[in-house]
């Protein structure tokens, strides 16, 4: 059973940076794509930036010029580099990956709380 571990969620002030990570443990095959969604309170869950194999990459909207998205295949591990920070930003952030879709949603990590104070 593939699991996503992902960390680095947290408190941070508005305009500040936080980067979280993914990584898969027990994979024994490699994945299309991985990629970060995030549910806020009262809200449902959206897609936040996505990589696919070849460098294929989706960001939402509302992150693009702030957040990062980039993968370390060797290590099976996604990172989410998100600087200039928004109290709108504040949401669970999931991890996701595919070992098909370049938008993943085959696997699920647990979660990882971003909180952003303004």
């Known amino acids: 059973q593939v699991q996503l571990v992902e960390s680095g969620g947290g408190l941070v002030q508005a305009g500040g940076s936080l980067r979280l990570s993914c990584t898969a443990r027990r994979s024994i095959f490699p994945f299309n794509a991985m990629g970060w969604y995030r549910q806020a309170p009262g809200k449902p869950r959206e897609l936040v930036a996505a990589?696919?194999?070849?460098?294929?990459?989706n960001y939402a909207d509302s992150v693009k010029g702030r957040f990062t998205i980039s993968r370390d295949n060797a290590k099976s591990t996604a990172y989410l580099q998100m600087n200039s920070l928004k109290p709108e930003d504040t949401a669970v952030y999931y991890c996701?990956?595919?070992?098909?879709?370049?938008?993943?949603?085959?696997?699920w990590g647990q979660g990882t709380q971003v909180t952003v104070s303004s």
């Open positions: 996701a990956a595919d070992r098909i879709k370049v938008i993943p949603n085959e696997f």
């Open positions: 990589l696919a194999t070849g460098g294929r990459t």
